[in-house]
């Protein structure tokens, strides 16, 4: 059996019900483990921090999986990636020279070749076109959080999404908190009702600095900004679209994930104001309002030295809910008292635990929706305050404002946007 033809009854079928006498040759390296008809294949893209915790997982999640590709723009991060998964799966590691890519082609590569799943953690720029790469060629995903930068990217996303579902491929994404055991019984409750209607949502991301990695002086002025590719809107999205994220995930989840009508809010860059922190902000506040009246209410700021907090408040016209993601307190105060005592569970562990075992059923997971939804209520929030204006949901996701060039290599030349002046930076 060819590979292609193996891949085509891997989708139509679910791995489990190939039989294991079905063997054939799958073009591994000698390694001392028996790679045979039911083992399924890894890409990663993106070999950094995030991306070699998540082909560690995936390597846990199934003792029949291989990591066969790899990708990444740095050697440096590759390797440091390589040799930290090969610690831990000398085995399964079975990444030949000629699968090791490094360069913006890499991701192409690696989605072309054999490989049945993707790991996408790259910087949040390239995500909406490795999206369509990978579903165009049949893959199934994990993807990190955030899914784009900007409007545009969240509709390709959303059509990748549906084209996975066309396609029964498992789409998973890495809005984490919704893989934790603790949270998920929580916002159960939430949403059976224990608070009664929700009608506010508080919710932070108060975070201190976060790393700036060196860059060699003989690097073109793109490749520099990759390295530290996080204070680049058009790359990171800006701190509210690519940490504080999770907090707004939180809070449209406790809401059922339903569209907000529109949003005011504030924001700016105070104390990190040095030019190697490209152009985003350190601080954004942000009103979200619904239909009814309901209202969510998001603080995020990355400074150095301030109080920290990273949760969610939920108040309802019968209760009211806490989750303190610092602490890992889940508390409900309403017609039954409540609070989590369970010992929880590994949620980066449990998305590849799920994405492997769906893969495996035949029965494919797709996150497509709300996590389109959730990384767009960042991007508005973003909008909302560069501009000063109060936007409609509508508005903001029908915005064709595009953060950043068509393409990026090392040898793009891009002027930054300046940093945004609510007031005078444009809604577009
Ligand atoms: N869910 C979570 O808790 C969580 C935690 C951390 C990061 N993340 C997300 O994971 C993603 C990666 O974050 P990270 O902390 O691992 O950053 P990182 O900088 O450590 O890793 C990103 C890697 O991607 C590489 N890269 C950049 N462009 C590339 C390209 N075009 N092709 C191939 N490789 C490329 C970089 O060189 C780097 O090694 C981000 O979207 C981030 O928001 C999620």
């Given at each position: 059996?060819?590979?292609?033809?193996?891949?085509?009854?891997?989708?139509?079928?679910?791995?489990?019900?190939?039989?294991?006498?079905?063997?054939?040759?799958?073009?591994?390296?000698?390694?001392?483990?028996?790679?045979?008809?039911?083992?399924?294949?890894?890409?990663?893209?993106?070999?950094?921090?995030?991306?070699?915790?998540?082909?560690?997982?995936?390597?846990?999640?199934?003792?029949?999986?291989?990591?066969?590709?790899?990708?990444?723009?740095?050697?440096?991060?590759?390797?440091?990636?390589?040799?930290?998964?090969?610690?831990?799966?000398?085995?399964?590691?079975?990444?030949?020279?000629?699968?090791?890519?490094?360069?913006?082609?890499?991701?192409?590569?690696?989605?072309?070749?054999?490989?049945?799943?993707?790991?996408?953690?790259?910087?949040?720029?390239?995500?909406?076109?490795?999206?369509?790469?990978?579903?165009?060629?049949?893959?199934?995903?994990?993807?990190?959080?955030?899914?784009?930068?900007?409007?545009?990217?969240?509709?390709?996303?959303?059509?990748?999404?549906?084209?996975?579902?066309?396609?029964?491929?498992?789409?998973?994404?890495?809005?984490?908190?919704?893989?934790?055991?603790a949270k998920?019984?929580t916002?159960?409750?939430?949403?059976?009702?224990?608070?009664?209607?929700?009608?506010?949502?508080?919710?932070t991301?108060?975070?201190?600095?976060?790393?700036?990695?060196?860059?060699?002086?003989?690097?073109?002025?793109?490749?520099?900004?990759?390295?530290?590719?996080?204070?680049?809107?058009?790359?990171?999205?800006?701190?509210?679209?690519?940490?504080?994220?999770?907090?707004?995930?939180?809070?449209?989840?406790?809401?059922?994930?339903?569209?907000?009508?529109?949003?005011?809010?504030?924001?700016?860059?105070?104390?990190?104001?040095?030019?190697?922190?490209?152009?985003?902000?350190?601080?954004?506040?942000?009103?979200?309002?619904?239909?009814?009246?309901?209202?969510?209410?998001?603080?995020?700021?990355?400074?150095?030295?301030?109080s920290g907090s990273y949760g969610v408040e939920?108040?309802?016209?019968?209760?009211?809910?806490v989750v303190d993601c610092g602490r890992g307190r889940h508390t409900?105060?309403?017609?039954?008292?409540?609070r989590f005592?369970?010992?929880g569970?590994?949620?980066?562990?449990?998305?590849?635990?799920?994405?492997?075992?769906?893969?495996?059923?035949?029965?494919?997971?797709?996150?497509?929706?709300?996590?389109?939804?959730?990384?767009?209520?960042?991007?508005?929030?973003?909008?909302?305050?560069?501009?000063?204006?109060?936007?409609?949901?509508?508005?903001?996701?029908?915005?064709?404002?595009?953060?950043?060039?068509?393409?990026?290599?090392?040898?793009?030349?891009?002027?930054?946007?300046?940093?945004?002046?609510?007031?005078?930076?444009?809604?577009?």
């Amino acid at each position: 059996m060819k590979d292609t033809s193996r891949r085509e009854f891997l989708k139509s079928t679910g791995a489990a019900a190939i039989g294991g006498t079905l063997a054939f040759n799958i073009g591994l390296p000698k390694s001392s483990f028996a790679a045979n008809s039911d083992t399924l294949k890894v890409g990663l893209i993106g070999c950094g921090g995030r991306g070699t915790g998540a082909a560690n997982q995936a390597l846990n999640a199934d003792p029949n999986v291989v990591l066969t590709h790899m990708a990444d723009i740095f050697q440096d991060r590759l390797d440091l990636s390589i040799n930290s998964l090969k610690k831990r799966h000398a085995d399964r590691v079975m990444v030949e020279n000629g699968n090791k890519f490094v360069g913006f082609d890499g991701a192409k590569n690696v989605i072309d070749s054999d490989v049945d799943v993707v790991i996408l953690t790259t910087p949040p720029y390239f995500r909406p076109k490795q999206l369509e790469m990978a579903v165009e060629a049949g893959k199934h995903i994990f993807c990190e959080k955030p899914m784009a930068v900007d409007a545009p990217g969240i509709k390709r996303v959303i059509a990748a999404a549906k084209k996975a579902k066309e396609k029964n491929l498992s789409l998973v994404s890495g809005f984490c908190w919704r893989y934790h055991s603790a949270k998920r019984e929580t916002f159960g409750r939430v949403l059976d009702g224990a608070i009664g209607d929700v009608h506010t949502v508080y919710n932070t991301y108060n975070t201190g600095a976060l790393w700036l990695r060196d860059v060699e002086p003989d690097w073109s002025p793109m490749r520099k900004k990759m390295r530290n590719w996080l204070y680049y809107n058009y790359i990171s999205g800006d701190h509210i679209v690519e940490q504080a994220i999770h907090s707004i995930d939180m809070m449209s989840w406790a809401l059922g994930d339903v569209q907000p009508v529109k949003a005011t809010g504030t924001g700016g860059r105070q104390s990190r104001t040095g030019k190697e922190y490209g152009n985003i902000y350190d601080h954004f506040a942000i009103v979200y309002e619904y239909e009814n009246g309901v209202k969510g209410f998001h603080f995020s700021r990355q400074q150095k030295d301030c109080s920290g907090s990273y949760g969610v408040e939920m108040m309802g016209s019968k209760g009211h809910c806490v989750v303190d993601c610092g602490r890992g307190r889940h508390t409900i105060k309403g017609a039954e008292d409540w609070r989590f005592r369970g010992s929880g569970n590994d949620m980066y562990q449990q998305e590849h635990d799920e994405l492997f075992a769906s893969i495996r059923s035949g029965k494919p997971m797709n996150d497509g929706a709300w996590m389109a939804r959730s990384t767009m209520l960042g991007i508005m929030g973003r909008m909302v305050a560069y501009t000063g204006q109060t936007i409609t949901y509508d508005q903001a996701l029908n915005s064709e404002e595009k953060l950043g060039p068509d393409e990026i290599t090392n040898n793009t030349e891009f002027t930054d946007p300046p940093v945004a002046k609510p007031g005078i930076t444009k809604f577009i």
